[in-house]
């Protein structure tokens, strides 16, 4: 894949995404928006026994993650506060094409510079960005 484009932050503190990585679900902004358009036991079936952590910020208990998810369904994203990977807070939102969504978008910022102006600034365009309508495509 080329990337044609990227416009990084001035400061020496960035986020980045590592391609290939598979953190587990519940450990990121995007698996949670994936997990949070399914019922309770249908997660339930798709996460393992143990829940890992891999960061001192994750929830690991499956009731903890349940009461999570309900939340997250209620304001309409999750938000990874350091759960994944040490220093960016991760916002998300399920792409809600397909019922249980399949495919999500997330936002990632240095926790130290997130401020609450710019977190209400995030979660806006995110949820702007899932409740806009898909755009028409002509087939060939």
């Given at each position: 894949?080329?990337?044609?484009?990227?416009?990084?932050?001035?400061?020496?503190?960035?986020?980045?995404?590592?391609?290939?990585?598979?953190?587990?679900?519940?450990s990121t902004a995007l698996g949670k928006a994936l997990l949070a358009t399914r019922d309770d036991e249908q997660v339930r079936g798709l996460l393992p026994a143990t829940l890992s952590a891999m960061t001192e910020h994750r929830v690991t208990g499956r009731e903890e993650l349940t009461e999570e998810l309900r939340v997250i369904r209620g304001r309409g994203f999750p938000v990874d506060r350091e759960e994944s990977t040490p220093g960016p807070r991760c916002f998300g939102v399920a792409v809600p094409y397909r019922i249980p969504?399949?495919?999500?978008?997330?936002?990632?910022?240095?926790?130290?510079?997130?401020?609450?102006?710019?977190?209400?600034?995030?979660?806006?365009?995110?949820?702007?960005?899932?409740?806009?309508p898909a755009p028409m495509t002509r087939r060939p």
């Amino acid at each position: 894949m080329v990337c044609p484009a990227a416009r990084g932050p001035p400061h020496r503190l960035r986020p980045f995404a590592r391609v290939g990585r598979r953190p587990p679900a519940h450990s990121t902004a995007l698996g949670k928006a994936l997990l949070a358009t399914r019922d309770d036991e249908q997660v339930r079936g798709l996460l393992p026994a143990t829940l890992s952590a891999m960061t001192e910020h994750r929830v690991t208990g499956r009731e903890e993650l349940t009461e999570e998810l309900r939340v997250i369904r209620g304001r309409g994203f999750p938000v990874d506060r350091e759960e994944s990977t040490p220093g960016p807070r991760c916002f998300g939102v399920a792409v809600p094409y397909r019922i249980p969504a399949r495919d999500a978008v997330s936002c990632s910022v240095p926790a130290a510079r997130l401020t609450p102006a710019r977190e209400r600034s995030v979660r806006d365009a995110l949820l702007d960005a899932r409740d806009r309508p898909a755009p028409m495509t002509r087939r060939p």
